[in-house]
């Protein structure tokens, strides 16, 4: 399914992305731009973002759950701050497109 409409990626593509980030290091924080950056795009109108979140938010849970020592307890607080990030993409998203 298409998440980026501006750039033609698919949510496959970027829990590709994300998946390898967290090979790399399993407790790096993984945002949008860093996503997008891999890619060699970049955002336009970013209205995409919230959604990437979701998606980086869905894999790391994923990705963790089937790794050998499970959902560490850390985990929360990097899921809380993705949480944060896409609230405040959300507001800002909307802001825009309101005005
Ligand atoms: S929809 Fe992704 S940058 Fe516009």
């Known amino acids: 399914m298409i998440t980026c409409h501006c750039n033609y990626i698919t949510d496959k593509e970027i829990e590709g992305v994300v998946l390898g980030f967290l090979r790399e290091d399993p407790w790096q924080l993984v945002v949008p731009n860093k996503v997008y950056h891999e890619m060699g795009k970049r955002g336009r109108c970013c209205g995409c973002f919230p959604s990437v979140v979701d998606i980086i938010v869905r894999t790391t849970i994923e990705f963790h759950r089937e790794s050998e020592g499970g959902i560490p307890d850390g985990l929360g607080r990097v899921i ?20």
């Open 80 to 99: 809380s701050r993705l949480e944060e990030l896409r609230t405040r993409l959300t507001e800002a998203r909307n802001r825009v497109f309101v005005a």
